[in-house]
Structure formats: structure tokens, C-alpha cells
């Protein structure tokens, strides 16, 4: 059984780089019994997704140069 400190760090990492069957499962399970490893996880895809928009939007910005 990992402690909240490895799954939590693992989640982090998981945002980043994809995540070894092992790693997820073991995510996968304390979050099952762990609920504050279960919020802290989503919340941080969350954030994550957020940014990924956010970013996004920045990219996208409309020309706003239409002056009359
Ligand atoms: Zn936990």
C-alpha cells in the first residue's frame, strides 16, 4: 500500500508523462479508499484541462483589428 505522498506525487506525474499499468493501478486503488487522494486527483486533472483551454484560447485569439 502507497502512502498519500506517493500517490499524490504520482498523480503529478501523471499530468506530465503517461504513467507505467503498475503506477495507475496503484492510483487507481488508493483512490478507491482514499478520498482525499480522489479529490486531490481531480483536481488536478481539472486545473489541467483548464490550462490545456486557456493555452488553447491563446492561440485562437480573434483579429480584433476590424476598426470602422
Ligand atoms: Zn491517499
Not at 54 to 59: A, D, E, R, S, V
Amino acid at each position: 500500500m502507497r502512502s498519500c505522498r506517493d500517490i499524490t506525487a504520482l498523480v503529478s506525474q501523471g499530468l506530465d508523462k503517461k504513467l507505467s499499468l503498475g503506477e495507475r493501478l496503484a492510483i487507481g486503488l488508493h483512490v478507491m479508499m482514499c478520498s482525499s487522494c480522489r479529490n486531490f486527483q481531480s483536481q488536478s486533472q481539472f486545473i489541467r484541462r483548464a490550462a490545456k483551454g486557456y493555452i488553447k484560447n491563446l492561440h485562437h485569439q480573434p483579429d480584433n483589428k476590424t476598426e470602422t
